[in-house]
């Protein structure tokens, strides 16, 4: 499975988000050192979920590198998070 695909597929589960983006960046890092030239190995991710209320910014991190962290202990080098209430987002 594409790892793509993997990132978006656990953070809907675990999320149930309203609105969940998921950018592959790896073209941007080509030759980077931590880059395996892969092609999938940065990412960049919003996830807008209910699930997030009342959580500092510091805790919804936590949770998504939770869900993530088979991802960013093998392919995945670099991961951007946003992570917002449905009342952040509007």
Same mark, same amino acid.
Request: aromatic residues 4%; charged residues 30%; neutral net charge.
């Given at each position: ?14 999320? =149930? @988000? +309203?609105?969940?983006? +998921? /950018?592959?960046?790896? !073209?941007?890092? =080509?030759? !980077?050192?931590?880059? @395996?030239? &892969?092609?999938?190995? !940065?990412?960049?991710?919003?996830? /807008? ?8 910014? /510091?805790?919804? !991190?936590?949770?998504?590198?939770? /869900? ?11 991961? =951007?998070?946003?992570?917002? &209430? @449905?009342?952040?987002?509007?």
């Amino acid at each position: 499975m594409r790892a793509e695909d993997s990132i978006t597929q656990k953070l809907r589960d675990a999320f =149930a @988000p +309203v609105a969940l983006e +998921v /950018v592959n960046d790896s !073209h941007r890092h =080509a030759g !980077h050192g931590g880059s @395996p030239g &892969t092609g999938e190995s !940065h990412f960049s991710i919003e996830v /807008v979920s209910d699930r997030f209320k009342g959580k500092s910014r /510091v805790e919804r !991190h936590r949770m998504v590198n939770e /869900v993530l962290a088979d991802e960013l202990k093998g392919r995945i080098h670099a991961l =951007a998070i946003r992570a917002l &209430t @449905p009342e952040e987002r509007s």
